[in-house]
């Protein structure tokens, strides 16, 4: 590609909103466009970088048995209802209308759709399993879209869904997926981690992992085990939760410091319960620690609910002794009592009335909080965030706290979409029974910051070569010498004809602004064709080491072939 015809053009100066790095260089590079909030152009430069990852993806869902498909943008409200989560996903689906006024979404991910497909399309257990993926555009009304493509309203996403017969078939596809992520990461040249995500999700450890690239600029904090390879993220809780319900988002203090109502007169008087409301205690061992939940007379509640809710692995209800000694008196006690904790309520178990925020509001209680991952106790019995220091739940190792861009996410599904849309199979037997799915999503177009923070200098960025946009910059320093032009002409055309992608400056632009547009553009190789050609030599400079060689043209197609 030639520079002068190529379709770029390089900022001195961004917006002042561009708060971090990537988000900066992006612009400044001439990679993207923002059209409207949250919603970006890509433009040459970035496209070809989008390509790049796109074809890794690709490459490593194929060999990992997965088939791509490609499901539409615009989805009909009837499957949400179906599923329950017309209710369930909050403000971040977009919902529109259209002539024939039928509601209708856009997609922000797919299990509605394909599970759709799989219970017209699957019928027997000879057709599982099988595992789908498509590389699609997303939408997602992002309370606070930011940091350009990192955090945006449409953007790009890899998700796959696998459909098995049984939970060992599940744990195969999943496996097959997370080692495909590790490879992926891998090749993009990311350092990542890879974390628990919410283990009470789907009951047990091991139902879902994020893919962690460690970055200051992350939005997930993540705790991590030097000694043994417990790592987990600290918040998938109530602040993350609310933004998603379009509620107010809340600092950790205020999410976690506060502590709950101690009474249950303080708890009617909180929620704005009339008195005859009843109100039941109970005192749990959740992983043996004490919890106290507070439920509606009527509400239910058990140990696998409170299992998913709480994340934990084991959930009993707490001896006698116990209860006495935090609250005075025994089992589902009902009527004044003083708790010396906090009570842990959550919406799905108790469903206070609406407009009562849970978590959200300083001074109420927790919502959607994992304790031992979102908070633990203090010495006095206090609750607090879970930090850098507090001992590892697996080895007692004192954890590390890190910050991390949420670039990947796998997760069991188990039956939840399959019942909800009967999506069924007949088995060996000849039982319905229904399919058992996993989902696991990719941030393609997030993918692209991340790489950036985790490559770049003050001066631009510095790709890795797989998803550099091109492998070699030729830059001659003068043009207007013919020797110069010649040999950087020559050099272009035979890297091209041994299959190089190179970027050939032939702009008549002063050497300095060249050079810090090749800094800032970041491709890995530059070949710098100045003075020394006279002497049949010119300069090969990688971009990430800054390191400068002096080459015979022959010796530098060798070496960046
Ligand atoms: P986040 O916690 O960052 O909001 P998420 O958990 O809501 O992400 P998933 O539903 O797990 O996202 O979607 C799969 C992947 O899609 C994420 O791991 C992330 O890489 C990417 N992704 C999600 N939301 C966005 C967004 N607004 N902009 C860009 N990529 C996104
Ligand atoms: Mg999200
Ligand atoms: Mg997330
Ligand atoms: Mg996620």
């Known amino acids: 590609m030639r520079q002068s015809h190529f379709f770029v053009q390089t ?76 209710d369930d996903y909050g403000k971040e689906l977009l919902r529109f209308e259209d002539r024939h006024e039928r509601m209708l979404v856009l997609g922000p991910t797919h299990e509605e759709v394909i599970t759709d497909l799989v219970r017209t399309e699957v ?50 596809s999943y496996r097959a997926m997370y080692q495909a992520y590790e490879q992926i990461f891998r090749r993009c040249g990311l350092e990542f981690r890879v974390v628990q995500a919410d283990p009470g999700a789907i009951g ?42 379009g509620r107010r988002s809340v600092s950790e203090k205020e999410r976690f410091l506060t502590p709950g109502a101690k009474t249950i007169e ?35 509640v058990n140990e696998v609910k409170l299992k ?21 008196t025994g089992f589902g006690s009902v009527g004044p009592m003083n708790l010396n904790m906090p009570l842990v309520v959550d919406d799905a178990v108790a469903s206070m009335p609406e407009g009562v925020a849970g978590g959200n509001e300083p001074d109420v209680h927790y919502r959607h909080v994992v304790p031992g991952r979102d908070f633990n106790w203090d010495s006095r019995g206090d609750i607090r ?21 949420e670039v990947g996410h796998v997760f069991k599904l188990g039956t939840k979409y399959s019942e909800a849309l009967s999506a069924s199979f007949l088995d060996e037997r000849g039982v319905q029974r ?3 799915m996993g989902c696991y999503g990719i941030g393609v177009s997030r993918l692209i910051a991340a790489a950036v923070e985790q490559h770049h200098d003050d001066k631009g960025i510095m790709w890795p070569m797989p998803i550099a946009p091109f492998h070699v910059h030729v830059l001659p320093v003068n ?45 890995p190789i530059q070949l710098i064709v100045g003075k020394r050609i006279s002497e049949g030599l010119v300069e090969m400079k990688r971009r990430k080491t800054g390191e400068v060689t002096l080459l015979s043209p022959d010796e530098a197609v060798r070496a960046a072939v």
């Open 11 to 86: 900022l001195r100066e961004v917006p002042a909103e561009a708060e971090v790095p990537s988000h900066r260089l992006m612009l400044r590079a001439g990679m993207i466009r923002q059209v409207v909030s949250g919603v970006y152009s890509y433009l040459p430069l970035g496209y070809r970088v989008l390509r790049k990852i796109e074809a890794i993806v690709r490459e490593e869902m194929d060999r990992a048995g997965a088939q791509e498909v490609l499901l539409p943008a615009v989805q009909p409200a009837s499957l949400w209802q179906e599923s329950g989560r017309w």
């Open 385 to 405: 965030t879970a930090r850098a220091g507090d001992r590892c739940v697996r080895c007692g190792a004192p954890l590390e706290e890190y910050r991390g861009i």
């Open 266 to 300: 303080e708890l009617r008087d909180r929620y704005g319960l009339d008195p005859e409301t009843i109100i039941k205690v109970l005192v749990y061992r959740v992983d043996d620690r004490p919890v106290a939940v507070a439920i509606r007379g009527n509400d239910e």
């Open 308 to 328: 998913r809710l709480l994340g934990a692995r084991r959930v009993e209800l707490a001896d006698e002794e116990t209860v006495r000694a935090l609250t005075g």
């Open 123 to 172: 019928r027997s257990y000879r057709q599982l399993p099988v595992t789908l993926y498509q590389i699609q555009t997303k939408f997602r009304d992002e309370v606070r879209p930011r940091f350009g493509v990192m955090r945006a309203r449409e953007f790009i996403m890899k998700d796959a869904y696998s459909f098995d017969v049984d939970e060992e078939g599940l744990d195969r």
């Open 479 to 523: 043009l207007k010498d013919a020797a110069q032009r010649d040999a950087a002409e020559q050099l272009y055309t035979r890297l091209e004809n041994a299959g190089i992608e190179v970027l050939l400056d032939d702009r008549d632009e002063r050497p300095g602004v060249k050079f810090n547009d090749a800094d800032l553009m970041g491709i």
């Open 434 to 436: 229904p399919v058992i």
């Open 204 to 245: 047990g450890e091991g139902g879902s992992h994020e893919f962690m690239v460690l970055s200051e600029v992350g939005e997930d904090t993540i705790l991590v085990c030097p000694a043994c390879d417990y790592a987990a993220n600290v918040e998938l809780a109530s602040g993350k939760v609310a933004g998603e319900d």
